[in-house]
């Protein structure tokens, strides 16, 4: 059972688990809220679709599992954090409204996802999980900033709004670029996610230009990588092409 406070609301979560194969699975999911003593929800909550197929679980015994939030709508919503298991995948927010409505469901993949404010704007700010393994290993790749809204029940993109938090994750993708460059180390992940984030701020000229000169100097090829992904020239295609087709790179 969890308990969490937004100002006069109360929103308690009460799971059910269920032990298979030495793994703690969420079987049934109950929430009740009040406000200022009195219920405004009590009753169970259904799994979505990704926690129904194969199970969901707790990342461990830190890990949260309800928050409550000002997203719009007049009143709080409930959001149950939710986790598919595997050896990186996958976190699921599944956001309540306490003000009716359906839930809303997104599955932020390997990275998942904290809820800030920029400004009074509340956002889901994560990272692009389709670079998770795309270029290189797990451990090696890196993954440029992604900001979600919730409308409705839509999660949005939002990144695009926010050119100085995409400039600021650039930046500290750069520094640890220049921590790797002089060494013989994995650079085809973090470069991706650099360029990624370049991209978006209209520096194509300037990954293009870079990509040359990495390029050149065998920075995209063996020793230097590891055995997964594209290395070479066919690392530079590889990657620009995904920049443009995912409206990275324009």
Known sequence: METVRLRD?????????????????????????????????????????ACRDGGCTVIDDTARLLELDDLGGGRPSAVLWLYT?????CSVAQVVP???????VKNFGNPGATIGRIGAVPVFSSQ???????????????????????????FVDVTASYPGRVAADARGLEQELAKLLPGEDEVRGLFAAWAADTCRL???????????????AGAFSPPRTEELGPVGARYAQALM??????GYCR
């Open 9 to 49: 609301w109360t929103a308690t979560l009460t799971v059910r688990l269920e032990t298979r194969d030495a793994f703690a699975l969420i079987r049934g999911v109950h929430l009740r809220v009040t406000l200022r003593g009195g219920t405004v929800l009590d009753r169970g909550v259904e799994l979505p679709p």
């Open 85 to 89: 298991g595997g050896a990186h995948c």
């Open 98 to 104: 306490l003000a009716g409505g359906a839930p809303a």
């Open 128 to 154: 692009d999980d389709r670079f998770s393994y795309l270029y290189t290993s797990y451990a090696a790749s890196g993954r440029p900033l992604q900001l979600w809204r919730l409308r409705g029940r839509r």
């Open 202 to 216: 209209g520096g194509r000229p300037r990954v293009e230009a870079r990509l040359r000169t990495l390029l050149a």
């Open 241 to 246: 092409r995904d920049l443009t087709r995912w």
